[in-house]
């Protein structure tokens, strides 16, 4: 099995993720699809593979729309 983990540093159950954050996430997500033609559906959360609150409640949603390839451009939860 390969895998590619990305880590976006900071305590998403306490703060939100800041719009350059998740902007700078998208374009890497993206890229990275790309080139090792990942499918948008195979971007998954570490707390599917392992008993974590990881990537925290205030990014979670935001992974979940990546992943659905809601509009391009996801903003910053609020």
Same mark, same amino acid.
């Given at each position: 099995?390969?895998?590619?983990?990305?880590?976006?540093?900071?305590?998403?159950?306490?703060?939100?993720?800041? $719009?350059? $954050?998740? +902007?700078?996430?998208?374009?890497?997500?993206?890229?990275? !699809? !790309?080139?090792?033609?990942?499918? !948008?559906? +195979?971007?998954?959360?570490?707390? +599917?593979?392992?008993?974590?609150?990881? #990537?925290?409640?205030?990014?979670? #949603?935001?992974?979940?729309?990546?992943?659905?390839? $809601? #509009?391009?451009?996801?903003? $910053? #939860?609020?």
């Amino acid at each position: 099995v390969q895998n590619i983990g990305v880590c976006l540093l900071g305590n998403f159950d306490e703060e939100h993720p800041s $719009a350059t $954050a998740l +902007e700078s996430l998208r374009k890497l997500l993206d890229d990275l !699809r !790309r080139t090792y033609r990942i499918a !948008r559906a +195979e971007v998954h959360k570490h707390a +599917e593979f392992r008993n974590t609150d990881c #990537p925290g409640k205030f990014l979670r #949603p935001w992974v979940d729309e990546y992943r659905k390839g $809601a #509009p391009e451009r996801v903003s $910053a #939860p609020k």
